[in-house]
């Protein structure tokens, strides 16, 4: 996982790439506590995932440190980028890995 130059979180689970665009993140570019996309990917990540997502500093960020931890944790729902499409500017951007 690694954050280039903080303009955008990258991070792997077993199947998937995640990277989420700060450069477009609401409460990022806001620096806004309440944005108007309602933290939707964080949530949906507590809702419908495993809470690896959380809000520090205004923007999400991960609340699991280490590749193990993600591997094992990440249940791959892609539900943080469907959600920050639909409430959101779609910011969040996954890739399958090819096997
Ligand atoms: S839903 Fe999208 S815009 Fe909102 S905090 Fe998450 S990544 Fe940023
Ligand atoms: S794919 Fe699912 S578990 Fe993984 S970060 Fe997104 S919402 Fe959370």
Redesign the pocket.
Known sequence: MKTKSAKVLEFN?RK?Q?KIDYRRCLPAVGNDSNPSCGFACVK??RL???N??KIEGNKPVLAVTGQEELNRL???????EYHCQAMGPGCID?VVKES
């Open positions: 689970s998937l995640i949906a990540c419908y995932g495993r690896i997502l990440d249940n791959e729902c892609l539900s943080c996954i």
